[in-house]
């Protein structure tokens, strides 16, 4: 089993910059990859970002350039820099994974970008 606890959400204005964190209560060294995805009221939850344990990363389009996700495996820790936020970003923002065929959710840290 796998618990994840997200921080680092809050109300920022347009163009500036928050870091989420996803904690993880085991070692991420031996999980292959790990996401951050985002649910804005009235849609569907979309994937934000992931990481392997290579470090490869994958992100949303809407996303390529702004954020960054990163891994701190000494820590159990993956990272979503959240830079030149848009009022569009505003969503609950939820780390993800997989181990042994499980699916895990963090319970979600809410993201609010003002204009």
């Avoid at 209560?25 to 009221?41: C, D, E, G, K, T």
């Amino acid at each position: 089993q796998v618990q994840l606890l997200e921080s680092g959400g809050g109300l920022v204005q347009a163009g500036g910059s928050l870091r989420l964190s996803c904690a993880a209560s085991r070692s991420i060294v031996s999980i292959n990859s790990m996401a951050w995805y985002r649910q804005a009221p009235g849609k569907q939850r979309e994937l934000v970002a992931s990481i392997t344990s290579g470090s490869s990363t994958n992100y949303a389009g809407s996303v390529k350039g702004r954020f960054t996700i990163s891994r701190d495996s000494a820590k159990n820790t993956v990272y979503l820099q959240m830079n030149s936020l848009k009022p569009e970003d505003t969503a609950v923002y939820y780390c993800n994974t997989w181990r042994l065929g499980v699916q895990y959710w963090g319970q979600g840290t809410q993201v609010t970008v003002s204009s």
